[in-house]
Nanobody, 115 residues
Framework: QVQLVESGGGLVQPGGSLRLSCAAS????????MGWYRQAPGKEREFVAS???????TYADSVKGRFTISRDNAKNMVYLQMNSLKPEETAVYYC?????????WGQGTQVTVSS
């Protein structure tokens, strides 16, 4: 089992920035991939970004150039730096961990983009 705990969400004005963090613990194997998804009210959960143990990153087209995903393998942490946030990106952001055919999810952290 892998446990994931997100932090760093909150209220930010349009155009502002936030940095999300996710701490993974438990039976962590390499290689693995960690990532972020988000779910806005009334919408399905959607992919935001992912990063492998080796550092390969993938982004949703909607966040390219504004969001940066990174990880610290020694600490089993993944981060999401979000810049130039838009009101429509208000959502619960979930951390995700994939290894050995299993996917694990955190409880989510709320991000609200509003003036």
């Amino acid at each position: 089992q892998v446990q994931l705990v997100e932090s760093g969400g909150g209220l930010v004005q349009p155009g502002g920035s936030l940095r999300l963090s996710c701490a993974a613990s438990g039976s962590i194997f390499n290689p693995n991939a960690m990532g972020w998804y988000r779910q806005a009210p009334g919408k399905e959960r959607e992919f935001v970004a992912s990063i492998t143990t080796g550092g390969t990153t993938t982004y949703a087209d909607s966040v390219k150039g504004r969001f940066t995903i990174s990880r610290d393998n020694a600490k089993n942490m993944v981060y999401l730096q979000m810049n130039s946030l838009k009101p429509e990106e208000t959502a619960v952001y979930y951390c995700n961990h994939f290894q050995a055919g299993y996917t694990y999810w955190g409880q989510g952290t709320q991000v609200t983009v509003s003036s």
